[in-house]
């Protein structure tokens, strides 16, 4: 059973930071990609920011110069740096990972989403 836990959400200040982590846990073989998404209310998810398995990333326009993704392979983690906070980041925050895990019938891969967390933005 492959699971990918989120931290690091919370409420926070206009022009302040916070940190999100993202592990991934169970019979692993590789993890592919890797990214974050958010969702506001009433609005559809959107792609914040991924990084590939040699660590090319990527960023949507709006978190460009302000949020920062990497990755610990050796921890199966992907962490985002959110910094310069604004009222509209808030959403929820959901970490995504493409990967080969073992399904008890062999080597799959397949994509991953987790639980989400809250990040709010007070202005």
């Known amino acids: 059973q492959v699971q990918l836990v989120e931290s690091g959400g919370g409420l926070v200040q206009v022009g302040g930071s916070l940190r999100l982590s993202c592990a991934a846990s169970?019979?692993?073989?590789?993890?592919?990609?890797m990214g974050w998404y958010r969702q506001a209310p009433g609005k559809q998810r959107e792609l914040v920011a991924a990084?590939?398995?040699?660590?090319?990333?990527n960023y949507a326009d709006f978190v460009k110069g302000r949020f920062i993704i990497s990755r610990d392979n050796s921890k199966n983690t992907v962490y985002l740096q959110m910094n310069s906070l604004k009222p509209e980041d808030t959403a929820v925050y959901y970490c995504?990972?493409?990967?080969?895990?073992?399904?008890?019938?062999?080597?799959?891969?397949?994509?991953?989403w987790g639980q989400g967390t809250q990040v709010t933005v007070s202005s």
């Open positions: 995504n990972a493409d990967l080969t895990y073992s399904s008890g019938f062999g080597w799959r891969t397949d994509d991953y």
């Open positions: 169970g019979r692993i073989l590789r993890i592919n990609g």
């Open positions: 990084i590939s398995s040699g660590g090319s990333t």
